[in-house]
């Protein structure tokens, strides 16, 4: 193969949310790196939501700013809407969600790309990657052009033969208004990779002057400062848009039932035939799965500051126009709506994800990683989590050091990649808090004490930001050894608030941290009795659930520990599972497909049973004593 003139060492395909993390950690480890993207007015866009976090998905926003990654900070920069979710249940599921200024961060992260040293953004549509000897060389573009690098990032989203449907209609797009791409999914083909078919989409934009907002609930931003990054300032959103709630009827009900003969995905001529979200489901599947509700919520969200255009949230549909202003127009407040842009429904093809190890890396060529919805997954906030590991590891790999795996038990990352590569997916993968088996450990407040020791340590963030975390943890540690021994008397006014708080009084001294253990109170109430109030948030927040949660934490610490004895025992590469005595055949073909690294890894995997179990492990440990 011809060399070229100007190697880089890493390209990455595509420049959505996984692309521009991929992209931007390469470039800060002083790697050459090239990014292409079919649209560079588009880069890091919001096709559906122009929302950032949500349900474990916030949790997830905070471990990508541990890990050194740039989700977290531009998204603070373009709030117009913050809150705090969930925060009268327990901290497991507390989670921010906010919605985005869309041009504002797209034009962020555009910028970002721009202005960072060893980084060049490119307008090109990949046709073909270049492999040679079982390792990949480089790509070449729709008009013959070659590039060649060390590693390559595949991050193309929606758009691999990706086609839109509106009603009986359909046309070949990425998602609306932009091209295709209908070649690389042949090149993948042809190395060997297993593609299949998934499909999402998105809700109608309508035009705000056109919305009665007066007849809807009203969702303001929080009055706590509030912030993603734990580099970022918390702050009250000052120029807020405010989110707005109205449902579905009756009336709503009736108009999708009449046009369900036009429906691609129900209708005579069924167009669509894979499976779609199951956590984000068309209204068309919300009233056929669910027929004996008679209304569905629906959130009324800005598409940016200032902007004319706002998303029907929990309205995505894939009917004719004309079906969809019926539809809209039966609605509370939408009543005389005007359509901007139409709903669509949009099918894509997607890699397999067990082709993968848990470092994105292929397992078919060396140096080629996938990051993002072509994984099968789904959401903004997955997709950048993958890029930016998909990065670090290419980074590592060639800086000749070994590649990092995140584990289930230190991160929502780590339990998205693991469910991926090990799990697969039988449609678009969510996130979920009820995902991940250790999630009291796995919180939102403790994000960075949990990876950023890990970053520093691969060389992903700098010393001071460490040592700023690192602060944090020793603060938090001094704070829990001084309550341990700090004492409080009765008094008249403890009293009266234990009494008023439903627990019960005390007659002699206690210790502060037992006070603080009563499920019933909190530092707040407290603090009073403190003769040296935390001035630190994060660390009463910290220090609060350290003390309330301290047996259930344990308890995880525990299953931990026994999980990770399990991850220890690693699996030759080169491993022969037929000749494993006893393995069933079922368990046999599922491990040689997705070569686990460990027995942790192999026991996740669906299908293989405790029996499977301890013949692999009698084998590993007859193999290692041989």
């Known amino acids: 193969m011809k060399q070229a003139t100007t190697e880089f060492d890493v390209i990455v395909v595509g420049a959505g949310h996984a692309g ?59 709030l117009l809407n913050i809150r705090m979710l969930n925060t009268g249940k327990g901290p497991a599921v507390w989670a921010l969600r906010s919605q985005i200024d869309k041009a504002g961060y797209s034009r962020d992260f555009a910028n970002e790309l721009l202005g960072q040293p060893n980084l060049l953004l490119r307008y090109g549509l990949v046709e073909k990657l270049l492999v040679e000897h079982g390792a990949v060389r480089g790509v070449q573009t729709y008009f013959g052009e070659k590039e060649f690098a060390r590693a390559v990032i595949v991050t193309t989203g929606t758009f691999l033969r990706g086609k839109i449907f509106i009603g009986p209609e ?184 067990d082709q993968l190890f848990p470092t994105m890396q292929s397992k078919k060529v060396e140096g080629l990683f996938f990051a993002g919805q072509i994984n099968g997954s789904s959401g903004y906030e997955e997709a950048a989590a993958q890029g930016l590991v998909a990065g670090m590891n290419a980074v590592l790999q060639l800086q000749g050091k070994n590649q990092w795996v995140p584990s289930r038990s230190e991160s929502y990352i780590g339990v998205l990649i693991d469910d991926l590569v090990t799990r697969g997916t039988d449609e678009p993968y969510r996130l979920l808090t009820s995902r991940a088996e250790y999630r009291l450990l796995l919180r939102h407040d403790n994000a960075h004490l949990r990876l950023t020791p890990r970053a520093f340590e691969l060389g992903f963030v700098s010393q001071a930001f460490f040592q700023r975390v690192d602060s944090l943890k020793t603060e938090m540690t001094d704070q829990l050894n001084r309550l341990s021994t700090l004492a409080v008397s009765p008094s008249e006014e403890l009293n009266a608030l234990l009494l008023s708080r439903g627990t019960t009084t005390i007659s002699r001294n206690v210790r502060f941290l037992d006070l603080l253990k009563r499920p019933q109170l909190g530092y707040e109430d407290l603090e009073r009795f403190d003769p040296s109030p935390i001035g630190d948030n994060e660390v009463r927040v910290g220090v609060q659930i350290e003390v309330q949660y301290e047996g259930y934490i344990q308890r995880e610490i525990g299953q931990i520990q026994q999980m990770a004895k399990m991850d220890a025992m690693r699996i030759p590469g080169d491993m022969d599972f037929s000749g494993v005595a006893n393995l069933a055949t079922e368990a046999r ?37 041989n």
């Open 20 to 78: 521009v993390e991929a992209a931007l950690v390469c470039a800060r480890m002083g790697l050459r790196t090239l990014v292409f993207n079919l649209n560079l007015d588009t880069v890091a866009w919001m096709p559906c939501n122009p929302s950032i976090g949500g349900p474990a998905k916030g949790i997830v926003v905070r471990e990508i700013d541990a890990l050194g990654g740039a989700m977290a900070q531009v998204a603070d920069r373009h």
């Open 589 to 625: 073909q599922k491990l040689d497909r997705i070569r686990p690294l460990s027995v942790g890894q192999a026991s996740r995997i669906p299908g293989i049973t405790p029996a499977d179990m301890a013949n692999l492990i009698f084998a590993l440990r007859n193999q290692n004593h």
């Open 170 to 353: 359909e046309m070949r797009a990425g998602r609306m208004g932009e091209i295709s791409s209908e070649g690389f999914s042949t090149s993948l083909e042809q190395l060997g990779f297993r593609l299949e078919r998934f499909k999402t989409g998105t809700p109608a934009r309508i035009q705000k002057s056109s919305i009665d907002f007066d007849q809807m609930e009203v969702q303001h931003t929080s009055e706590t400062p509030l912030a993603f990054s734990f580099r970022s300032i918390p702050r009250v959103v000052s120029e807020e848009e405010a989110v707005y709630v109205t449902r579905t009827n009756a009336r709503t009900h009736e108009v999708i039932r009449d046009n369900l003969s036009l429906s691609p995905l129900y209708g005579e001529r069924k167009l669509i035939h894979s499976i779609g979200p199951r956590y984000c489901p068309s209204i068309e599947d919300k009233v056929l799965k669910f027929s004996g509700r008679d209304s569905h919520q629906l959130f009324i969200e800005p598409e940016g500051k200032n902007h004319p255009e706002y998303y029907v949230g929990g309205l995505s549909t894939s009917l004719p126009f004309a079906a969809q202003e019926k539809m809209i127009h039966s609605i509370q407040g939408l009543e005389h709506a005007q359509i901007v842009r139409p709903a669509y429904a949009i099918e894509y093809d997607y890699v397999v994800p």
